[in-house]
């Protein structure tokens, strides 16, 4: 909340509000002086904004253009070293249900190619995610999933119930301090006092 809270005063005009800053702003935060980091967009207007974001950092590239093929054609020229130092953040509007397919090759790909990778999702039942772990398990694809469930699953909304993320090649570290971060988070935004 603190990491956010920075983030959002940095892009904000007092009283007037502004926009929130978003996973590229988060990951631009963690990076060091000589990382850098691709991001792909689909929509022009969503382009444009990332572009505004970003332009006084020199380690940002952003590309206008088809985030799956993009990723395809990256982990392709990949060396060894370089998949070493490689992290891929997947974070798909699921706006397609054949999205959910599609994200789950992107996870198999990074597997193979020795790269982490962690990948965001929606959670408004199981079905989805659920056939996405099977489809990894059949696939032979380790991952680890992380979950918060603000809302619970027996209230039917059609809004999100809660967010997900699948983490492939991730040190056994990192699942734990974003499942402890994941518990604190959900009983905060739970939206029916202890239950989440």
Not at 51 to 78: N, Y
Request: aromatic share 6%; glycine share 6%; hydrophobic share 45%.
């Amino acid at each position: 909340f603190d990491h956010l809270q920075r983030l959002e005063a940095a892009h904000r005009t007092p009283n007037r509000g502004g926009p929130y800053p978003g996973s590229p702003l988060f990951a631009l935060s963690a990076l060091r002086a000589n990382d850098r980091v691709l991001l792909v967009e689909k929509q022009a207007d969503a382009v444009d904004a990332l572009r505004r974001a970003v332009a006084q950092d020199r380690r940002a590239q952003v590309i206008h253009g088809d985030g799956w093929a993009t990723l395809r054609e990256t982990l392709a020229g990949l060396s060894d070293g370089e998949a070493a130092r490689t992290v891929v953040h997947i974070d798909p509007a699921f706006n397609d249900p054949d999205e959910w397919r599609v994200a789950g090759e992107a996870l198999i790909a990074c597997r193979q190619a020795g790269v982490r990778a962690a990948l965001w999702y929606p959670i408004k039942s199981l079905t989805r995610p659920n056939a996405l772990l099977a489809r990894l398990s059949a696939a032979r694809a380790a991952a680890t999933t992380v979950e918060a469930h603000v809302t619970p699953l027996d209230m039917k909304r059609n809004a999100l119930n809660g967010s997900g993320v699948a983490l492939v090649g991730v040190d056994a570290e990192v699942v734990f301090t974003l499942a402890a971060r994941a518990a604190a988070l959900s009983e905060a935004l739970a939206t029916h006092e202890g239950r989440y």
